[in-house]
């Protein structure tokens, strides 16, 4: 009885350090694999439409800022605006001009990302006042003067694999300066310092970063996943890589999809059932350049292209 006791203690033992083992590689997943982001060009709702202003569309310019920042913050995958674009010329989306929850989800389904950032620009701009000489010659002022600047987004954040909007906010930022200054109306997007300088550019630094801290908020709630590409024997291909983080002896589970669930009233998508069908172990993350990962089937069949893969 004793030894039964022993042998039975001994067992759990084991069991609690492979559950550990198995929980300790899920957490280094968790933190590593970078999820996949899009940001639409931001549509401009202001009344003068900046373009003369900045050199370039403000709304393009502001989703510009923001890619770049998401690239530099090294969290995430971003998908690069040609790709976006591209893939909506193709399907007919977004002809009206204006990114709709419906068409940002779709694109988002078909370039594998988790999460899709559309917004307008509300407010952008200049107000001022002043007194003293104010001299008006090739553009420049000279003078004593008070100047404010405001920048509004409101921005939407649509999780891909559903279609909904898991969260939307409108972000405001001002900033004011007085004294004497020389201002020009030249600065625009492609002048960096200059624009980042300005009080409208500190403007929209701000609201560029609190947009960002959103984005690391909605991004914790959404699953990891790639897909498979496609099977060759015992061999599994998934389009997710080093690039994502993705490492050699990583395990994931492959889930198929069922019957998508589409809500009759708003023609949204209500997901689907899964099922679990297999694990896969990664032996290569360098195919493609780090683009996709080559695996092992470890357990399971009835692997497909275009089942989902998730942390195991």
Not at 177 to 182: A, S, T, Y
Request: with cysteine; net charge neutral.
């Amino acid at each position: 009885m004793k030894k039964i006791m022993l042998m039975m203690i001994a067992l759990l033992l084991i069991v609690s350090l492979i559950n550990d083992k198995v929980s300790g590689q899920t957490e280094d997943q968790l933190q590593r694999l970078k999820k996949r982001v899009a940001v639409f060009q931001f549509e401009d709702k202001t009344e003068h439409h900046w373009r003369w202003y900045t050199g370039q569309p403000v709304g393009e310019g502001m989703a510009d800022m923001l890619t770049t920042e998401l690239v530099k913050s090294g969290k995430y995958q971003v998908l690069e605006r040609q790709a976006i674009e591209l893939i909506m010329k193709e399907q007919n989306l977004g002809m009206s001009g204006a990114v709709t929850q419906e068409s940002a989800a779709k694109v988002g389904q078909l370039l594998g990302v988790e999460l899709a950032v559309v917004g307008s620009v509300t407010e952008f701009g200049y107000k001022k006042g002043g007194t003293g000489i104010n001299l008006k010659q090739k553009g420049l002022g000279f003078g004593i003067q008070s100047s404010s600047a405001t920048v509004g987004i409101d921005v939407r954040f649509i999780n891909t694999n559903t279609g909904e909007i898991i969260a939307a906010d409108n972000v405001r930022k001002e900033q004011s300066k007085k004294g004497l200054k020389i201002d020009t109306d030249r600065i625009g997007f492609n002048n960096k310092n200059d624009f980042d300088e300005s009080i409208v550019g500190k403007a929209t630094r701000e609201a560029i970063e609190e947009i960002m801290v959103k984005i690391d908020s909605q991004m914790r709630q959404i699953q990891w996943q790639a897909k498979v590409i496609t099977v060759s024997g015992a061999n599994v291909y998934i389009n997710a890589g080093a690039e994502t983080g993705v490492k050699v002896g990583d395990v994931f589970t492959i889930y198929s999809l069922g019957e998508e669930l589409i809500d009759p009233d708003t023609g949204l998508s209500l997901g689907s059932e899964s099922s679990k069908i297999a694990e896969i172990g990664v032996i290569d993350n360098n195919v493609g350049n780090g683009k996709a990962s080559k695996c092992i089937i470890k357990s399971g069949s009835g692997i497909e292209r275009g089942n989902v893969v998730t942390v195991h």
